[in-house]
């Protein structure tokens, strides 16, 4: 269910009264520590920079607590690819301040840049960061003794965003297992559809040195896995060094077990990247491709740079060097333009191609993109029909992929707790595994073998170690 929204301006849920002049300002010296909480939408890139935020939170000494807990600072790091995450945005600063009423209301991320102006109209913000100061934020907090509501918004924005390779202000600690590692920020690839390279600029990368300090702090952490971040990580380049050199970089690291490649670009992925991925043993048997749509004419709408028969021969080299890989994929719903054909041609190709999972989601409209001026328009029912298709297709996909996992043993990287009574970790080829152990398993990569699976999850229980190392796969 969507959270509700109003226009954020109306004084909707008693936001009119959160300014009333009649009631003191918030001092957070009278109250003992000030508290922070942050909270991220939108995709592991936003991830891994509000871990950098929190870090930087921590040192400024305020006491972190979780999102939706009485806070006195909420820094909120929003997403602008979708309407749906904008309008989520909005509800979520109108229920922060229902149970903080105090709050300082700190808006960032990409929201925070292509719609600075209907943020400043908002209720209840206090500060606006765009992206081109985001990693500063916290420095543009006051100090406590001044943390108090304010009238009206202050703003730091500029709208263009700078082309320069860059490096991180201070390493963060993530906060699972599998550590996020921003290498790349922005896209200059411009598909119609895309809000992204109008939020986040040009391409552009992260200083090598930088990357390979903190791969190296964060082993020295303990940590066993790193998840390659960026929003086109494929077209990374610093200084003549190219994704591809960067990788083989990482991968002399001795104390890295683990780097996972999230989210890239088909025209990105080459063939010595899959031979690295089928020879090496650090390097996650996974990959995660966007195709968005399985029709050519629609591709050619959004100004993707692949057509369906090039896709497919990409996917067929994969699994011809790597059988047990992980494979996922984004599919855009009802672009302009997508007739009943052009969206079976998608389903077709989904059902053919070997995808472990699918991401399915609706098109939005993102005001600025070439699309936006595009007819017709789809429907909103039609929408929703082929999305819950999708959505079904997903789910098998997921279910036959899992099943596909039983009777082998698996080296599963657990994370922190427990749920339901199950202990949950992740295997190389991103299998989510649920085992019922009393042991503390956080962070140890153990063997399991599964035996049971549903669309959710691979199940199993702990084996021994040489049961993992006779085993010829361990996805």
């Known amino acids: 269910m969507q959270p509700p929204d109003g226009d954020g301006m109306s004084g909707v849920d008693g936001e009119a009264t959160l ?8 001092n957070a010296t009278t109250m003992g520590t000030t508290r922070a909480s942050l909270h991220t939408l939108g995709c592991r890139l936003n991830q891994a920079e509000t871990s950098i935020l929190g870090e930087g939170l921590r040192r400024k000494g305020f006491e972190l607590v979780e999102f939706g807990q009485p806070t006195d600072v909420l820094i909120l790091n929003t997403c602008s690819v979708t309407e749906d995450a904008e309008r989520t945005s909005r509800y979520l600063i109108r229920k922060t301040l229902k149970h903080s009423p105090h709050a300082f209301i700190a808006v960032t991320g990409c929201y925070a840049q292509t719609g600075m102006e209907t943020l400043t109209h908002q209720t209840g913000i206090d500060l606006i960061v765009g992206q081109q100061f985001k990693l500063d934020l916290p420095a543009y907090l006051p100090p406590p003794h001044e943390l108090q509501k304010r009238p009206t918004a202050e703003v730091h924005h500029t709208k263009t965003i700078s082309r320069e390779d860059f490096d991180l202000p201070y390493f963060a600690e993530p906060d699972s297992t599998r550590a996020l590692l921003k290498i790349q920020d922005g896209c200059s690839a411009m598909c119609s559809f895309c809000i992204i390279p109008f939020a986040r600029g040009h391409e552009r990368s992260r200083k090598l040195d930088d990357i390979l300090g903190e791969v190296r702090s964060l082993t020295d952490g303990g940590y066993k896995e790193i998840v390659l971040t960026g929003v086109n990580i494929g077209q990374y380049r610093q200084q003549g060094v190219d994704f591809f050199t960067m990788l083989r970089r990482l991968d002399d690291i001795s104390d890295l077990e683990r780097i996972r490649i999230s989210s890239i670009e088909p025209t990105t992925v080459t063939d010595e990247l899959l031979d690295l991925l089928a020879s090496s043993k650090k390097f996650c048997p996974y990959l995660h491709i966007p195709l968005q749509s399985g029709d050519d004419q629609i591709l050619q709408a959004m100004n993707r740079r692949h057509t369906i028969k090039e896709y497919s021969a990409l996917i067929d080299r994969a699994f011809a060097k790597i059988p047990d890989l992980g494979l996922g994929t984004d599919l855009m719903v009802g672009f302009p333009g997508e007739t009943d054909k052009a969206f079976q041609n998608t389903l077709a190709v989904a059902m053919d191609l070997p995808f472990s999972y699918i991401h399915a989601f609706p ?75 009393s042991a503390d398993l956080q962070n140890q990569i153990m063997p399991v073998t599964i035996t049971a699976a549903t669309d959710r999850y691979g199940f199993g229980h702990i084996a021994s170690a040489q049961t993992m190392n006779s085993t010829p796969a361990l996805l």
């Not at 300014?19 to 918030?26: G, I, N, S, T």
């Not at 009574?421 to 190389?428: D, I």
């Open 363 to 437: 098109y939005s409209i993102r005001p600025g993109t070439a699309a936006a001026r595009l007819k017709p328009q789809v429907s909103s029912p039609s929408i929703k029909k082929r999305t819950d298709l999708l959505l079904e297709l997903d789910r098998a996909k997921r279910l036959a992929f899992h099943n596909k996992q039983i009777g082998k043993t698996v080296a599963v990287l657990f994370e922190a707790g427990t749920r339901s009574a199950y202990r949950f970790g992740t295997t190389p080829n991103f299998t989510r595994v649920a085992v019922t152990d």
């Open 19 to 26: 300014l009333d002049d009649a009631r003191p300002p918030y």
